[in-house]
């Protein structure tokens, strides 16, 4: 059965610095592509970042120069870094899977989802 686990959310102060994490199952991080995805209240749900089994990135124009998306395939653990925190970032932070082929930074394509950690960041 597919597991993403995520961790690191929190709340912030604008201008800092968070981590996020997510933990998969077998080898799910090293064999699909994988997206960071968030939702802000009231907001639909949008692509952070994403990167592909290779390791190629792309970004949403509003966390480029920002945020980095990594991974560790030995840990099977994706990672978002975000620096540069701002009050819109806030919101409900998701990783997810999607076949190593159809790798594009939108909700559709990505059939296995994490649960999600929370991300506040206070002005």
């Known amino acids: 059965q597919v597991q993403l686990v995520e961790s690191g959310g929190g709340s912030v102060q604008a201008g800092g610095s968070m981590r996020l994490s997510c933990a998969g199952s077998?080898?799910?991080?090293?064999?699909?592509?994988m997206a960071w995805f968030r939702q802000a209240p009231g907001k639909e749900r949008e692509g952070v970042a994403v990167?592909?089994?290779?390791?190629?990135?792309t970004y949403a124009d509003s966390v480029k120069g920002r945020f980095s998306i990594s991974k560790d395939n030995g840990e099977n653990t994706l990672y978002l870094q975000m620096n540069t925190l701002k009050p819109e970032d806030t919101g409900m932070y998701y990783c997810?899977?999607?076949?190593?082929?159809?790798?594009?930074?939108?909700?559709?394509?990505?059939?296995?989802w994490g649960q999600g950690t929370q991300v506040t960041v206070s002005s």
């Open positions: 990167i592909s089994r290779a390791g190629s990135t």
């Open positions: 077998g080898s799910i991080i090293g064999s699909n592509c």
């Open positions: 997810a899977a999607a076949l190593p082929h159809f790798c594009y930074l939108a909700a559709s394509y990505f059939g296995w």
